[in-house]
C-alpha cells in the first residue's frame, strides 16, 4: 500500500541553525501539509500546498518556515533560524483531494539545543 | 475558533474491555469529525470519520456518532484487543478547508 514517508526520523540541531525536513507523499496525490506537536500538545496545522504554491497557512508557519517542491517527488519543509520552541514532531500529509482523507507520514522528531 | 477537546491519557484496559474516549469540539461552522490512530512508528491513519449530524463512522469495531447537540464525537469500541494499543487522535475540519485541527492524542494500552 502506498505511504508518506519522511526523513530523517530524528535530527538534533543547535539553535540558529537551518534544518530540511523532507517528504516523500504518495505518488498521485496533489495537495500537501505539514502539521507539527510540540511534547504534550495537539497536533497543529503549519502550512498546505498546491500547484507549486501555498494554498493555506497558519499563524505558526512565519517568514521562518518554508516549503518547496523541488522534484516531482520530495516535498520540504525548512526552517531557516531554528529556535528552542522548534522542538517538536513535525508530520508530513498529502491527500488526492481539497476533501480527500489525509494521509500521514510518522514524523521527524526535531530537537533544538 | 475551531478545537478539539479529547481526554487525558493515558488509558489502560485488560483485553476484551469497552473503551470510550471522549471527544468535544467548537466549531466556527459545520465541522467534519474524524477519529486517527497512531501505532508505534507509523503515521496517523484515518480511522473513521462522520461529516454530519447523527452521522456514526465506523471501522474495524470502532464507531463513533457525531453529536451536534452535545458537539462531542465519542470514541467506542465494545471489546479492545492488545493490538489496538495506539494513540488515537480526534479532529475536525471546517467548511471543505483542508486543514485539520487535532486534540492532543489519547495513548490506549491493552494488556493481555
Same mark, same amino acid.
Do not use: H, R
Given at each position: 500500500e502506498p505511504e508518506v514517508t519522511q526523513t530523517p526520523s530524528h535530527q538534533v540541531t543547535q539553535m540558529g541553525q537551518e534544518v530540511i525536513l523532507r517528504c516523500v507523499p504518495i505518488s498521485n496525490h496533489l495537495y500537501f501539509y505539514w502539521y507539527r506537536q510540540i511534547l504534550g500538545q495537539k497536533v497543529e496545522f503549519l502550512v498546505s500546498f498546491y500547484n507549486n504554491e501555498i494554498s493555506e497557512k497558519s499563524e505558526i508557519f512565519d517568514d521562518q518556515f518554508s516549503v518547496e517542491r523541488p522534484d516531482g517527488s520530495n516535498f520540504t519543509l525548512k526552517i531557516r533560524s531554528t529556535k528552542l520552541e522548534d522542538s517538536a514532531m513535525y508530520f508530513c500529509a498529502s491527500s488526492v483531494g481539497l476533501e480527500g482523507t489525509q494521509y500521514f507520514g510518522p514524523g521527524t522528531r526535531l530537537l533544538v539545543l | 475558533?475551531? /478545537?478539539?477537546?479529547?481526554?487525558?491519557?493515558?488509558?489502560? +484496559? /485488560?483485553?476484551?474491555? #469497552? +473503551?470510550?474516549?471522549?471527544?468535544?469540539?467548537?466549531?466556527?461552522?459545520?465541522? /467534519?469529525? #474524524?477519529?486517527?490512530?497512531?501505532?508505534?512508528?507509523?503515521?496517523?491513519?484515518?480511522? +473513521?470519520?462522520?461529516?454530519?449530524?447523527?452521522?456514526?463512522?465506523s471501522n474495524k469495531g470502532f464507531e463513533a456518532t457525531y453529536r451536534k447537540e452535545t458537539t462531542s464525537f465519542h470514541l467506542e469500541k465494545g471489546s479492545v484487543q492488545v493490538s489496538d494499543s495506539a494513540v488515537y487522535f480526534c479532529a475536525l475540519s471546517?467548511?471543505?478547508?483542508?486543514? +485539520?485541527? #487535532?486534540?492532543t492524542g489519547t495513548r490506549l494500552t491493552v494488556i493481555p
Open positions: - | 475558533g475551531n /478545537s478539539v477537546t479529547q481526554m487525558e491519557g493515558p488509558v489502560t +484496559l /485488560s483485553e476484551e474491555a #469497552f +473503551l470510550t474516549i471522549n471527544c468535544t469540539y467548537t466549531a466556527t461552522g459545520y465541522p /467534519s469529525l #474524524f477519529w486517527y490512530v497512531q501505532y508505534p512508528g507509523e503515521g496517523l491513519q484515518l480511522l +473513521l470519520k462522520a461529516t454530519k449530524a447523527d452521522d456514526k463512522g471546517v467548511g471543505g478547508a483542508n486543514n +485539520l485541527f #487535532f486534540g
